[in-house]
């Protein structure tokens, strides 16, 4: 089994930054894929980033391109995501994933990955 655990939500303003954080317990070693996902209230869950084990490359969502920055440290089973300029749109519920699959092809849906976080409360004021 693999256990998730996200770290870093809070609440900021508008043009303010946050660094989130996913560790990874248990059977690290079967995880490959791994992704962020965020969930707003009354709307469905919506894909953020995603990232292969070795690192490269990072995909995200057009919302959060160039403004969010994905990386991974596999020797500290930790992921992390870099939010810059956090807008009010992307308050929400941030959610790590991973997949036992190295390389996900269909890394933008949440089906392609095995194991999830509880989530981390992320909330942006104007």
């Known amino acids: 089994q693999v256990q998730l655990v996200e770290s870093g939500g809070g609440l900021v303003q508008a043009g303010d930054s946050l660094n989130l954080s996913c560790a990874v317990s248990?059977?690290?070693?079967?995880?490959?894929?791994m992704g962020w996902f965020r969930q707003a209230p009354g709307k469905e869950r919506e894909f953020v980033a995603a990232?292969?084990?070795?690192?490269?490359?990072?995909y995200y969502a057009d919302s959060v391109e160039g403004r969010f920055t994905l990386s991974r440290d596999n020797a500290e089973n930790t992921m992390y995501l870099q939010m810059n300029s956090l807008k009010p749109e992307d308050t929400a519920v941030y959610s790590c994933?991973?997949?036992?699959?190295?390389?996900?092809?269909?890394?933008?849906?949440?089906?392609?990955?095995?194991?999830w976080g509880q989530g981390t409360q992320v909330t942006v004021s104007s």
């Open positions: 994933a991973a997949s036992v699959q190295v390389l996900v092809t269909t890394y933008w849906q949440p089906s392609a990955y095995n194991y």
């Open positions: 248990g059977r690290t070693f079967s995880t490959g894929s």
């Open positions: 990232i292969r084990r070795n690192g490269r490359p990072a």
